[in-house]
């Protein structure tokens, strides 16, 4: 006997029940109902989309918000780890702690009609990294340590540069010096040289 394709009737419950949802409430969920007990003869699973979205019990659709009520709940362990001190512990320890859990937080939803809970465990979340980040100060620091193995080097630098300045500024002191004195020496002589002879005065005619 050849066996059937569901996949038509499964397509027209589905369109069926949906169409219905808001005018014969009741009715949407018969037809989802019996589109459920199609698939489990069918031995066709159930898409977790599906699952999540119409009651596998009554055949309602979930509205969330109206009437059906969606809840994450923690898992109880993680919340105890939490609240207990931890002492400080090693990297090795560290790095232990750091492993990631093997189950995340539930989802549960609740149908408003028949009170029927679903529950699906989702992923654990993937575990932070974290990066170290090192203080502005510290960096300073590393910086200016850095930099002072060249200071020597340049102080070694500026004294040998006055060193060399010296000579040359005592040898153009020197000049200037010089050229000072025969300058005055200079002046004195046409000072000299221009004064009127002197006219005839007492002791002159005394000695005549």
């Known amino acids: 006997m050849a066996t059937v394709d569901p996949s038509p009737a499964l397509k027209f419950l589905t369109d069926a029940g949906h ?3 808001l005018t014969a409430p009741e009715t949407s969920a018969y037809i989802l109902r019996q589109r459920n007990d199609l698939m489990f003869e069918h031995e066709i699973a159930l898409p ?3 699952r999540q979205h119409v009651c596998t019990a009554c055949g309602h659709i979930l509205a969330f918000g109206e009437d059906s009520s969606l ?3 923690r898992d109880k ?3 105890a780890r939490k609240k207990q001190p931890t002492p400080p512990a090693s990297k090795v320890e560290k790095g232990k702690r750091r492993e990631p859990r093997s189950s995340g937080p539930t989802k549960r939803i609740e149908c408003g009609h028949c009170s029927s809970q679903i529950e699906i465990k989702l992923p654990a979340p993937a ?24 200071l020597p080097k340049a102080s070694g630098s500026l004294e040998a540069t006055t060193s060399s300045q010296k000579p040359t500024s005592n040898a153009n002191s020197k000049k200037r010096a010089k050229s000072r004195k025969a300058g005055l020496q ?4 046409q000072s000299k040289n221009s004064r009127p002879s002197p006219g005839l005065s007492l002791a002159d005619f005394m000695s005549k």
Do not use: C, W, Y
């Not at 575990?127 to 090192?134: G, L, M, Q």
């Not at 200079?186 to 002589?189: G, Q, S």
């Open 48 to 50: 977790e989309v599906h």
């Open 127 to 150: 575990p932070i990294a974290r990066r170290t980040v090192k203080p502005a100060h510290k960096i300073f620091k590393a910086a200016a340590l850095g930099a002072t193995p060249s």
């Open 77 to 79: 362990k993680v919340l």
């Open 19 to 21: 169409l219905l949802a």
């Open 71 to 73: 809840t994450f709940k």
């Open 186 to 189: 200079a002046l004195l002589e």
